[in-house]
């Protein structure tokens, strides 16, 4: 049986490579999660083996049997990072340990097979090495998506006997259309995300099936993203469908929904929080009704409000919609203080700016 330092990745490079120009061209304007790179990172567990058969090759569909247990139970997690080009060329990611760390706490949740730290950094290290080219620079970056799914044969009601890791990559330009300084959220009166006791605080791709009618909802009401209230009381507000939320108060603090089980302790907020306190920023931790939100815009106690999470990393909320109505937060666009934090997070991230934290995690 392999522990977990022993495991090494054998890579067997892609035989039908993508040519050079080919990669430039695909990388100058991608859209999002559609453009793939070469190669892809796996690693297996079994209850017999442990983690083993680690590898880096081509990119390729996987065969799986019907009866495999994820796609009846839905047993799957995953992580979302990104890996960014600095001025200089060098690639970097940004805090990869806090992704493997809560990798490892959502498979608890899940019941799954826990990945030791090192192994998930050392797969995506790995697969970002043989893939470098595809890292974009300027605005750009290489998403990564590392996740995990329940890949036994067993229609049995119990947690799996096998799993398959899995590092796949896409280069990515900006999450919202390019030009927009600010979204429209809908705030949904009739689905929540998560209730106490369930899966909020874990990374599973059930929180997603689950959120997607509400999704659909607010595109049809001309929103780009659902703002979630607590499951409860249907009062207090919890996060967007995949991002967690920030307000700006007219005292200059920040204030954001406290990590109460329902919400995924997102690492762009955990960075925001660390950021603005360094900086002297008051942030609370605290409830929020919505009611106090509207209240708050209209009478101007509330400036600024933001999305922020690794994909759209910081972005404005300039319009509220919601059954009864709807609101404008500031002047609707992009205000002051969204705009500094964003503009240090992604100097932090990028190497433009200096690293007080030492997020930075440099690959090559
Ligand atoms: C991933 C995710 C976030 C943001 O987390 P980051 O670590 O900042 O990318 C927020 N909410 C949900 C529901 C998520 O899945």
Not at 34 to 58: P, Q, S, Y
Not at 96 to 117: I, K, Q, T, V
Not at 181 to 206: I, L
């Amino acid at each position: 049986m392999n522990t977990e330092t022993t495991v090494q990745f054998v890579i067997s490079p892609s035989t039908t490579p993508t040519p050079h120009d080919q990669i430039t061209a695909s990388i100058a304007n991608p859209v999002f999660g559609r453009v793939f790179t070469d190669h892809m990172a796996t690693v297996r567990w079994t209850n017999t083996l442990g983690w083993h058969d680690a590898k880096i090759e081509a990119r390729r569909p996987f065969q799986i049997d019907p009866a495999c247990a994820v796609l009846h139970y839905a047993q799957e997690i995953f992580e979302g990072m990104k890996a960014y080009r600095g001025e200089d060329g060098s690639i970097s990611l940004f805090r990869p340990f806090e992704n493997a760390r809560r990798f490892r706490a959502s498979a608890a949740r899940m019941s799954m097979a826990e990945l030791p730290e090192a192994l998930f950094v050392g797969a995506v290290d790995a697969l970002v090495k043989v893939d470098q080219d595809w890292v974009p620079g300027g605005d750009g970056s290489l998403y990564l998506r590392p996740f995990m799914f329940a890949s036994e044969s067993f229609l049995g009601v119990r947690s799996s006997n096998e799993y398959v890791f899995c590092v796949i990559a896409s280069p990515v330009g900006p999450y919202f259309k390019a030009g927009k300084s600010a979204v429209t959220v809908w705030v949904s009166d009739q689905y929540t995300r998560a209730a106490p006791g369930g899966t909020g605080a874990a990374k599973c791709g059930g929180n997603y099936a689950a959120s997607l009618i509400a999704q659909t909802e607010a595109a049809a009401k001309g929103c780009d993203q659902v703002v979630f209230l607590d499951a409860a009381e249907h009062k207090w507000i919890e996060e967007l469908g995949g991002m967690n939320v920030f307000f700006v108060m007219d005292d200059g603090s920040l204030r954001t929904p406290p990590l109460s089980g329902t919400i995924l302790p997102g690492i762009t907020r955990a960075s925001i929080i660390d950021l603005a306190r360094q900086e002297g920023i008051t942030v609370s931790e605290e409830p929020y009704a919505f009611e106090t939100w509207q209240a708050d815009a209209i009478s101007g106690r509330v400036k600024e409000a933001f999305a922020c999470g690794t994909a759209a990393v910081v972005t404005a909320i300039g319009e509220v919609r919601h059954a009864a109505g709807e609101f404008k937060i500031g002047h609707g666009g992009e205000g002051p203080v969204t705009q500094r934090i964003r503009t240090t997070l992604t100097g932090i991230q990028r190497g433009k700016i200096a690293d007080p934290f030492g997020w930075s995690h440099h690959v090559a």
